[in-house]
């Protein structure tokens, strides 16, 4: 199964943006799906976006789709997704995943997903 890795988060003010990056050292992306996801503190992990392998079908949570844009470049075994108009409430480790399932504004993991890397921390704050 592949391993993805993020990067890319930090600490930003509100109204800022930040462009998060999931890749792979192994296995090429270009064959999968990837959804973001996020957890913050306390909380349970709730999906954010997600990406069909050839970047035209998209979904996005309802609090976030007017401001993340996801997109991928295959070229470079990337899938970004582009934080704009932070808020934050949007502090969390941001977490990608292969093979997510997504409908509408919802977004989970495949069921029996495991493969969960080290997420990347954003920390909105003034």
């Known amino acids: 199964q592949v391993q993805l890795v993020e990067s890319g988060g930090g600490l930003v003010q509100p109204g800022g943006s930040l462009r998060l990056s999931c890749t792979t050292s192994?296995?090429?992306?270009?064959?999968?799906?990837i959804g973001w996801f996020r957890q913050a503190p306390g909380k349970e992990r709730d999906g954010v976006a997600c990406i069909a392998t050839n970047g035209w079908r998209k979904h996005y949570e309802g609090s976030v789709e007017d401001r993340f844009i996801i997109s991928r470049d295959n070229a470079v075994n990337t899938v970004y997704l582009q934080m704009n108009n932070v808020k934050p409430e949007d502090t969390a480790v941001y977490y990608c995943?292969?093979?997510?399932?997504?409908?509408?504004?919802?977004?989970?993991?495949?069921?029996?997903?495991?493969?969960w890397g080290q997420g990347t921390q954003v920390t909105v704050s003034s």
């Open positions: 192994g296995a090429s992306l270009n064959n999968y799906a």
């Open positions: 995943a292969a093979e997510p399932v997504c409908m509408g504004r919802r977004i989970d993991p495949r069921p029996g997903y495991r493969n």
